[in-house]
C-alpha cells in the first residue's frame, strides 16, 4: 500500500504561470516532506522541504503548502520556467529518523511537468 | 567538492547472474543510502549504512547485500538477479541523520 501518493501522472502548463504540484499521505506519523526534482540520465535533486510544525514553506520561485488535517501538500512554482520541465517526487520521512541514524525517505510515484514556451 | 559518483552508469545483465553496483560518497558525507527505482516508480529504500555497518533496511530480500568501506564508498550486491530486479539504482550520501542527502545519477540495470 502506497504511503505517499502523487494521482497526477502528468502536468503541462504555460510558461509564466503557476504550476501546482499535489501529493497525499496516509501515515500520519510522517513529520518532515520533501520535495525533489529529476532530470533525465540524472539524480533527483532536492528542491525544498517542509516540517509538519509548519504549514508553508518558500524558497524563490517554489513554496510548499502542507496541509496536516487533511494529509495533503502541494509545491507551487510560480512563474514556471521551461527550465523546470522534470519529474518532480514528493518524499516523506519521520524527523526522529530522518535526524537520527536512518533517514529513508518515502517517494511517491512523481508527476512529469512540461513547461511550454 | 565533489559530487555522489555510481558505477557503472548501464549493466545488463542474464538471470540468475550475480552484480556489484558502486558509490562514491559526496566529500565529508560517511552516511551511504541505496535506493531501487523501477520504471513510472518512486525511489525505493533498500538500506543505508552509517560507519561501515547496516544501519537501517527497507522490504528488500537478503540477496540485496551492501558493503561500505573506510573511505565511505559504498556497494550494492545482488545475488540471484531476477527480470524484476531491472531497474534505476540510486546511491545517496549524506551527513549522519540523513542530512544534506545528495543522490548520484544512478545505474540502470536491465536483466534479460
Known amino acids: 500500500d502506497q504511503q505517499v501518493k502523487q494521482n497526477s501522472p502528468s502536468l503541462s502548463v504555460q510558461e509564466g504561470r503557476i504550476s501546482i504540484l499535489n501529493c497525499d499521505y496516509t501515515n500520519s506519523m510522517f513529520d518532515y516532506f520533501l520535495w525533489y526534482k529529476k532530470y533525465p540520465a540524472e539524480g533527483p535533486t532536492f528542491l525544498i522541504s517542509i516540517s509538519s510544525i509548519k504549514d508553508k514553506n518558500e524558497d524563490g520561485r517554489f513554496t510548499v503548502f502542507l496541509n496536516k488535517s487533511a494529509k495533503h501538500l502541494s509545491l507551487h512554482i510560480v512563474p514556471s520556467q521551461p527550465g523546470d520541465s522534470a519529474v518532480y517526487f514528493c518524499a516523506a520521512t519521520l524527523l526522529m529518523n530522518y535526524g537520527g541514524s536512518q533517514g529513508n525517505l518515502i517517494f511517491g510515484k512523481g508527476t512529469k511537468l512540461s513547461v511550454k514556451p | 567538492e565533489t559530487g555522489v559518483t555510481q558505477s557503472p552508469t548501464h549493466l545488463i545483465k542474464t538471470r540468475g547472474q550475480q552484480v556489484t553496483l558502486r558509490c562514491s560518497s559526496q566529500?565529508?558525507?560517511?552516511?551511504v543510502s541505496w535506493y531501487q527505482q523501477a520504471l513510472g516508480q518512486g525511489p525505493q529504500f533498500i538500506f543505508q549504512?552509517?560507519?561501515?555497518?547496516?544501519?537501517g533496511r527497507g522490504n528488500f530480500p537478503p540477496r540485496f547485500s551492501g558493503l561500505q568501506f573506510p573511505n565511505y564508498s559504498s556497494e550494492l550486491n545482488v545475488n540471484a538477479l531476477e527480470l524484476d530486479d531491472s531497474a534505476l539504482y540510486l546511491c545517496a550520501s549524506s551527513l549522519p541523520g540523513g542530512y544534506g542527502y545528495t543522490f548520484g545519477s544512478g545505474t540502470r540495470l536491465t536483466v534479460v
Open positions: 549504512y552509517y560507519r561501515e555497518e547496516e544501519n
Open positions: 566529500s565529508g558525507h560517511n552516511t
